[in-house]
């Protein structure tokens, strides 16, 4: 692609969670086209072994660099990061950010205690990615599976008495355990793409004072310094008169289209069914 | 297979939920061998199209026929049963069993008004499976998606208040519906694998005098019928000193074996991986 056309960026998700992530993005980078690709045919990574994720991620990846033209890649997913992020920087030759690292970082710079909590779903917490990430910057982190989350945004209960009281169960839980291990956590990593549409109940559940880290958001900044310091990307981005989306998915467009304008804050439009195979 | 050899009875899930149908089929017909298949790797099914579901459901059934030798296949998946039972038996050449039909004829035997409800997970209720076997004997069937109901359950939360509420709140809506639409239900049928976990709380919950059909215990009664119909089948059922259990999956036997014995209701034992591609 040369630099006068618009420059394209990819975002992957194995569903469409990942689409508060485009939200975030969109908000720090309007001016780009933007493809967003939804593995829903394969979903959940999250029960499947790594090399199988690895394979599905790089497939997704390739997708969105060779047949979409996208010029940079955003993982919108925490288990693809946490597990396929070498692999799918080996399968395509455009710059590759994650989730993780962004969500570590933002951490790292919020804390004072050096203590953090991370709440994600159980294979994002099986991988103990963030707590790899967050120890890599001098951090203590403590992690705990909500598998309870993702199920209740889905129902659209997102502010609804019952997940006030599942988060209020989660967070005592987890403050109990950080408790007993001597910890004195001041910072919460939001680890899973569909949380930021509990945010508010999270953040009236949390004890006065902590801050709250949502991945998304320090995903969509993390983004924009790459791209910004980048110079055929940046000049690119400055080309392109306002914001473009396609949405792909693998499998299954009903459920995307009926959900993911809640979770992208406005309508996703018309979502192409493609064949990856598998 | 000889008829001095014991009877194999192959039970197939896209999951571990119908180890509560091999439960079930386990304390009507003790004196058998099980080959159970968790097709782990390609869950959930709910969220595929029907052709997919077809292939994997075949391929699955395949497996226990012809390398597991089963005589008679239970498909303990309402997803399965509703979109792939035609596709399976063409597949094998044993009898098949799906759990759907006699979920229904069970709530044909208990229903004096003839109105009946049925709760299921998102997949099942689109299907609208429950219905048509309802209205073909004579049934009116109201259908309700449950989907908070299955990651409560395998949360580990079977008698926990947060549960209690959330079957309150899906009752609720449904008995609303059902008298807004001028219905007299007095049967509730549980159209998922899961809810017989839940099966304490739903009594709890129901309107007094309500009849919950449970369809895992429909199946195994159903299956009893079925082979103590058959010569070849009940004469080896009587060869058999026990019950064995053998479980696969094909994917992730973790959460399988860590999640299987609170459906089974003992241990699942060794589960053993298999490659059925794709």
């Given at each position: 692609m040369s630099n006068s056309a618009a420059p394209t960026i990819g975002v992957f998700d194995s569903?469409?969670?990942?689409l508060t992530v485009l939200r975030a993005l969109i908000a720090r980078l309007p001016r780009a086209r933007y493809a967003f690709l939804g593995d829903t045919a394969r979903?959940?990574?999250?029960?499947?072994s790594r090399r199988t994720i690895a394979r599905y991620a790089a497939e997704s990846a390739r997708f969105l660099v060779d047949?979409?033209?996208?010029q940079f890649l955003v993982i919108a997913c925490n288990t693809a990061s946490a597990l396929a992020l070498d692999a799918i920087q080996d399968a395509v030759s455009v710059p590759v950010l994650g989730v993780i690292e962004p969500g570590a970082a933002a951490a790292r710079a919020a804390s004072r205690s050096g203590d953090v909590l991370v709440i994600a779903t159980d294979a994002t917490v099986q991988s103990h990615a963030y707590f790899a990430a967050c120890r890599s910057k001098g951090l203590r982190a403590l992690e705990k599976a909500c598998p309870l989350l993702v199920p209740l945004v889905e129902e659209g209960w997102t502010s609804h008495p019952v997940t006030s009281e599942v988060i209020r169960i989660y967070l005592d839980e987890l403050n109990g355990q950080a408790a007993a291990d001597g910890l004195h956590p001041d910072t919460l990593v939001l680890?899973?793409?569909?949380?930021p549409l509990l945010r508010s109940l999270i953040q009236h559940a949390v004890p006065a004072g902590m801050r709250v880290i949502d991945s998304a958001e320090s995903t969509a900044e993390a983004a924009f310094h790459l791209i910004n310091g980048s110079a055929s990307l940046s000049a690119d981005a400055n080309a392109v008169p306002s914001t473009e989306i396609h949405c792909f998915a693998t499998d299954s467009v009903d459920k995307f289209e009926r959900l993911g304008s809640r979770f992208l804050g406005h309508p996703v439009g018309a979502v192409e069914l493609v064949d990856l195979g598998g």
């Open positions: 569903g469409f969670g990942g979903l959940p990574y999250g029960s499947k047949r979409q033209g996208a680890g899973c793409t569909h949380y």
